[in-house]
């Protein structure tokens, strides 16, 4: 058993590692650490006024600054039903050209380049790739200066307020922006042909599901009402959580997503395959030319579609300035006076799919929910790597391993900052189980493995669940009673999920009902005792990923066959929710 | 001294033909009720409706930061870059008073070159102006002129009469005599007199100024600077807006990549905790209210005592810009015996109660 | 002359990165940054750090797991000059606004359950200052890049950076704008760290306090003017709290012994 880590992932923004553990042949585990300490953002926005927030919120990331600051306006003006004039929201469309125009080109040239180029960063690759060089950091610095004239400095700008700007920019400040955006076509068709010609390796391929904002009417953009995903499911902000079930990881103070079950992808990569078609004037010839099946499946395209959405930005510039100017009399902040009310923003940052999500109550704000895109990254982070370090292993290349988990993570351009700002899960609905349960039996069929001692009282809901669903006719529920059962529950259930039942101690009130991927539970060091070895060592990652833990909160684990009240009412829930699913997939069955 | 007669409609053009030659600067709205000076290029900006500037027009001739010199180990070269021929139109009486102060100031034992050039390269257009409740200037007389300007304009209904205080000025209006005309009528006299004897009606607020030095003397040690000082927020306001303060900071400004540094000027305040601090680390006023002393004990005292007038020109920019009232007005006033209504005052009031419950 | 140049290292801890990001904002000097000085280590920047003794080091962000105040006290242990850049560095942040440790227990348990973290263990968020010394500070959130220069600059030729002590306000006065705070505006202008240009004022919007307290600022002066113009208490203290980090906590003690 070995491991294989990059310890401190360089060129990506804050402070993070990935590591591949590998027995024999065979990666048992792939872990994306995030060293970045917890920063509780979302508690500290809590109670404070929406304006407070405005301000607070985006300091979760400095290179997603305006992305959050879009995402928080647009997210608390539905609340407090603000309706901006169309010139203030062209303002900030033009901050947030400015945004993706600054973070893509930090990305591809300065961040990513050099892993093609082979150098350790962009400064040692200037004696050779000058222009490179040169244009990624000018370009850098012309979206710095947009986002500097808009919001009023480079991170973190306060000018951009709820109802509209503090401050509009001169007119010759525009002007300028139009003609210097004009002026870098050349550079900008150049860059689109380098990042879209190079060379990307084509491990680690596979498919995954892509999500992004849909901007509506048919067209490209960078926010709107729904979220757009690559199997053509449409989602509206408000139910957002049917997308994120965010799940803490122990790994990591950033916490992992999960779209029914499995991970998806957000980012410029996303949105090019979900929008691409969209795609206009060069920009649009460029997509034709270039895209094709490898950009559906290899997450290292993420670096030509950043090259395309700088291509979209410069076409667009020049239009908003037109349009920013042709509206003079707009009052700069739109008065408002609603103290109450919910709303959710949904904002493209240039890592992907961001979600801010706000309640106010009498004036404060009461509830947040902050969901980044690194966070739903993570899981797909981890997936990508775990395929390219079984292929190259496969392969017999396993020297190639570390650099090209380095060069994967970083093609996600991660922004570790924004994902470890934690967002609050757990608080959630107290039968969030039941939801997450219920989508798992749908797509699944999973073996369930009731564990526990009978003699140990509160210990024995597994087993206790256990009986009681086999009584009622499912199938294939398991007993860890004895050795033998055990051994023939790992043959016959290779490779399939598992679920397992049992009694965890979560420090949560008697009774309360938790649902975990099993990956999680089993790297959470005051869960993992509750495993025995025998338990979980056939286990293979494969198998691991798959399978979750139902777990229930004792409240005594006294010697004794007795069951606590409060155990056996959420036991009830439990074969409750089980039952009503077998119902259903029974009539499904029938039908069939 | 000559008095000539120009009509309102000939302003715009008599300042399109002076302003050929040097940058015009003239006040503009900042805010709804908040003017500043500004370099026009197009007059419709102009706005003479005005009470004071936030800042007074010695920023024009010292900017708050001014690069002086570039230096190398062994070289220097100095930086002219502020120096440029201006003219400085529609300066109220105060602050042309103030310019008086600040040129003393800045020749009275070295000449600073960087004032002195930029002040030889501007030519001030004075304006006439009326009080609001926070002008002192008739307190401190300076609220009519009678030295520092090249041009007054004093507005009358249809014209302004144009007082020629220098031969620049003289050359100005020489530039195209035929916008002014001499004959000035008895109409225009008796208009103007009434005028004045209006405007000096019209002060609302009043300071005696001639009783400071003593008073300051005697109070020395009075409890009203550690109120004041509790209450100072220490912003530095009250100096900076003062038109007649000239202090500042020199340091250096390494470049990059170059052995060489820029050496910059910056204006600094005796209100602000690092002004008194030496090398070492010691400071000698580190107490808010040794350093509220020192301003006032300068503008009132100090200055009464050498030159017989205060270094206070009554512009009330102190009194509409400090938050805590800790002003001009509301210290002389306390100073002399008088009840004032400030929010240090109150401030201090409720800190004594609370520590008595 | 290579031998000559100072050893640098620029280190992030938990932040949003912004200062080592302004660091690499400064487009037109970064080539002149990494000539004029042996970039040793800038996890961001570059992938052949080397983690070795140093002339200075540069940090940013808040100490919030056991594994930062490890590091931490390596870095110190390395390096000549220790310098704290950015609001989480030399405050702690906005993530240091907990005073009370039971309330940031409470609150961390809301946010990621009773789940123990196997990788590192997290603590409360403190600036780098209550676990090292730190020879300089350079404030702002983020910090602001001329600033940055001119404090780079000078540490780089082995001039003491000068210190400052100013509020926001001298700033705001040069650029000519009006008192917010007079107009009856809540403004922390005069009880926050210049540095930032005055940036919020000349946007018409008041002071946020970004830049960190000054530490000789008069809040209870500015306390009670608040007070008198109608501000909600409790609103005032959340506001001179939000970007105070640890700084401000006898302040805000103070007000709710008085309180009671």
Known sequence: MKTISVEHLCRVEGN???????????????????????????????????????????????????SHKNAVLRAIEKALSVKVPKKTILMREL?????????????????ALPDYLGYPNAIAMAAKYDLEVKIGLEMKNFGNHIMKTISGRYI????????????FPDKKDLLW?????????????????????????????????????????????????????????????????????????????????????????????????????????????????????????????????????????????????????????????????????????????????????????????????????????????????????????????????????????????????CSAHSAQVRQGKTDEWKSKLETILTHEEPAFLGIGNFRQGDDA?????????????????????????????????AGKPVIFLDAIDFQEKPGTVTFLPLLYALNNSSLVHKFSPFVTGPLKYNQLKKSYILGIQPASLKRGKTISPCVKKATREVLETLKSRQKKNRHFKDKE | MRIVKLKKENLFPFLEVISKEADLWAPVKKYEDKHVFKAVEDFSEIDLDYQRTIIPPRRILLPPKTNMFEATQNTYKEDFSNVSKKIIFGIHACDVNALVIMDRFYNFAYDDPYYTRARENTLILGYSCWPDEHCLCKSTNTHIVTEGYDLFFSKLDTHYLVWIGSSQGDDLIRKQPSLFNEDISDKDIQTYLNWQKEREDAFQA????????????????????????????????????????????????????????????????????????????????????????LWYTHKLQAYISKYGKPACVGCGRCIVSCPVDINVLTVGKTLSGEKVDAFWKRFNLQVKKEVRK | MENSKLKIGIYELTGCAGDALLILDCEKELIDIFNAADIQSFVMAKSDNIEGDLDIALVEGSVTTEKEIEELKDIRQRSKIVVAIGLCATVGGIQARFLDPKEWNERFKKVYGNIEMTHTKPVQSKPIDAYIDVDFYLPGCPIGKEQFLIFFTRILKGNPPEKSQNPVCVTCKYNENDCLLKKGILCLGPLTEDGCGAICINHNLPCAGCWGPLKTGNRTSEYYLLKEKGFDVEHIKKKMANYSGTKIASFLKELEKEKK
């Open chain 1, 461 to 493: 809901v597994g087993i206790f669940i256990g009986k009681q669903l086999r009584d009622a006719g499912q199938k294939n529920v398991w007993l860890e009673s004895s050795t033998n059962e055990m051994e023939s529950f790992w043959k016959s259930n």
């Open chain 1, 177 to 417: 922006i139009k003609s210097r955006a004009q002026q870098f076509m050349p550079f900008v068709l150049k860059t689109v042909s380098l990042f879209c010609e190079l060379d990307y390796p084509e491990i680690p391929e596979d498919e995954t599901l892509y999500a992004c904002c849909d901007p509506g009417n048919g067209k490209f953009g960078f926010w709107g009402e729904k979220i757009l995903l690559s199997n053509g499911e449409s989602i509206p902000a408000d139910d957002y959580k049917k997308l994120t079930n965010e799940f803490v990881v122990s790994h990591s103070y950033a916490k992992h997503s999960l779209y029914k079950g499995k991970p998806y992808s957000v980012g410029a990569l996303a949105r090019i395959n979900n929008l691409g078609e969209r795609l206009d004037g060069e920009a649009g010839r460029k997509f034709k030319k270039y895209f094709n099946e490898h950009w559906k499946k290899n997450p290292l395209y993420h670096n030509a579609a950043q090259a395309l959405e700088i291509l979209y930005c410069f076409e667009r510039i020049p239009v908003l300035v037109k349009k920013i100017l042709k509206d003079e009399n707009t009052p700069k902040i739109i008065p408002y006076s609603v103290k109450e009310g919910k709303g959710t923003g949904l904002v493209e940052a240039p890592r992907g799919l961001l979600i801010h999500h706000y309640e106010i109550k009498n004036g404060l704000v009461s509830n947040v929910d902050i969901i980044t895109p690194t966070a739903q990254n993570a899981e797909d982070i981890e997936r990508y790597c775990y395929i390219a370090t079984q292929k190259l292993l496969d392969e017999g290349q396993e020297e190639k391993i570390r650099d090209r988990m380095d060069l994967v993570v970083r093609a996600f351009d991660p922004c570790i900052s």
């Open chain 1, 16 to 66: 993070g590692g990935i590591s591949a553990t590998i027995d024999g042949k065979k990666v048992t585990e792939v872990k994306f650490n995030i060293y970045e300490g917890p920063r509780l953002i979302e508690q500290l926005t809590i109670g404070r006024t929406p304006e407070e927030d405005v301000s607070l919120a985006p300091r979760i990331c400095a290179i997603c600054t305006l």
């Open chain 1, 95 to 111: 901050m947030h050209m400015g945004e993706i125009i600054e973070s893509h080109s930090l990305h591809i040239f300065l961040l």
């Open chain 1, 156 to 167: 973190h700008g306060e000018n951009p307020v709820i109802g509209g700007f503090g401050k």
């Open chain 2, 206 to 293: 009043e300071i005696d100024f001639i009783d400071m030095p003593d008073l300051i003397e005697l109070k020395y040690n009075d409890p009203l600077w550690e109120e004041l000082g509790k209450a100072c927020l220490a912003c530095g306001s009250c100096t900076n807006v003062c038109p007649t303060c000239n202090c500042y900071n020199v340091y250096d400004k390494p470049i990059l990549g170059k052995n060489a540094s820029k050496i910059v000027r910056c204006w600094d305040a005796c209100t602000l905790e690092n002004y008194s601090e030496v090398a070492g680390g010691e400071n000698f006023r580190e107490n808010r209210a040794d350093r509220l002393k």
